[in-house]
């Protein structure tokens, strides 16, 4: 796969937080709170489409006389008690909280500040995966607007100082793209993959979660349930098209 088709991405989504970052330094405060809201639940009903789009594999595919919905169930379920167990959702709100105050300080902070706040949940980790191994940057485009939309709020705020995250940002997506790759090497077509497909969509039920909550409806835990995506590939093997 071509270095452009398993990181592209990553590139829209610097891109869009240098923009966001521009933008909002140059705008100040006259950015409204309301505005950027109405912006998150528009970007929460296209989330929800590219959701439905992503688990359309888990009908298709089969696990003997049953749907792959059926094992990615029980991944969910095995993965939750997991996230639960090691509590996964608490400790990333911690880290979000202690992430917003450093963004509303000044100094070294905003930097790991803005790090967690970019760079910390499902969205990064399932988008650069399914980026690196199918070579699909639909996720990560809407991921590249959530934080291009965050970065004019917070730049409002701290100005171009905030520019200061894209470096850590690019590493660490790039490597999570590299290790999707890596997933992939050695298939002439991961998309013909049960278990890169089973792995994907399973990724998809978690975008769906996502979609909730950016649409502020009750939703299921998408943190706690991150395990499950560790579980995916091993109930892969026994899927069939």
Same mark, same amino acid.
């Given at each position: /796969?071509?270095?452009?088709?398993?990181?592209?991405?990553?590139?829209?989504?610097?891109?869009?937080?240098?923009?966001?970052?521009?933008?909002?330094?140059?705008?100040?405060?006259?950015?409204?709170?309301?505005?950027?809201?109405?912006?998150?639940?528009?970007?929460?009903?296209?989330?929800?489409?590219?959701?439905?789009? /992503?688990?359309?594999?888990?009908?298709?595919?089969?696990?003997?006389?049953?749907?792959?919905?059926?094992?990615?169930?029980?991944?969910?379920?095995?993965?939750?008690?997991?996230?639960?167990?090691?509590?996964?959702?608490?400790?990333?709100?911690?880290?979000?909280?202690?992430?917003?105050?450093?963004?509303?300080?000044? &100094?070294?902070?905003?930097?790991?500040?803005?790090?967690?706040?970019?760079?910390?949940?499902?969205?990064?980790?399932?988008?650069?995966?399914?980026?690196?191994?199918?070579?699909?940057?639909?996720?990560?485009?809407?991921?590249?607007?959530?934080?291009?939309?965050?970065?004019?709020?917070? @730049? @409002?705020?701290? &100005?171009?100082?905030?520019?200061?995250?894209?470096?850590?940002?690019?590493?660490?997506?790039?490597?999570?793209?590299?290790?999707?790759?890596? /997933?992939?090497?050695?298939?002439?077509?991961? /998309?013909?993959?049960?278990?890169?497909?089973?792995?994907?969509?399973?990724?998809?039920? !978690?975008?769906?979660?996502? @979609?909730?909550?950016?649409?502020? !409806?009750?939703?299921?835990?998408?943190?706690?349930?991150?395990?499950?995506?560790?579980?995916?590939?091993?109930?892969?093997?026994?899927?069939?098209?």
């Amino acid at each position: /796969m071509a270095l452009w088709e398993a990181t592209s991405g990553t590139w829209i989504n610097l891109l869009a937080v240098a923009l966001g970052t521009a933008v909002g330094a140059a705008l100040g405060s006259r950015i409204s709170l309301d505005l950027a809201q109405q912006w998150r639940r528009w970007l929460g009903v296209v989330t929800l489409l590219l959701a439905v789009q /992503m688990v359309q594999p888990l009908w298709q595919l089969r696990l003997g006389a049953f749907p792959a919905v059926l094992p990615a169930l029980l991944a969910l379920v095995l993965g939750v008690s997991a996230g639960e167990a090691l509590a996964l959702e608490r400790r990333l709100g911690a880290w979000l909280r202690a992430g917003g105050s450093a963004v509303a300080g000044s &100094g070294p902070g905003i930097l790991a500040g803005t790090f967690v706040l970019f760079c910390v949940g499902p969205m990064t980790l399932v988008g650069c995966l399914r980026n690196g191994a199918l070579g699909d940057a639909d996720l990560l485009l809407v991921k590249a607007a959530l934080d291009g939309v965050s970065s004019a709020l917070l @730049a @409002a705020g701290v &100005g171009l100082t905030l520019a200061w995250v894209l470096l850590p940002m690019a590493v660490f997506q790039f490597a999570l793209s590299a290790a999707g790759a890596l /997933m992939a090497a050695g298939l002439s077509d991961p /998309m013909a993959s049960p278990v890169l497909v089973f792995s994907a969509a399973l990724g998809g039920l !978690l975008v769906l979660s996502l @979609a909730l909550e950016l649409l502020e !409806l009750p939703h299921p835990s998408s943190v706690n349930a991150l395990p499950a995506l560790l579980l995916a590939p091993l109930l892969g093997w026994g899927i069939q098209p």
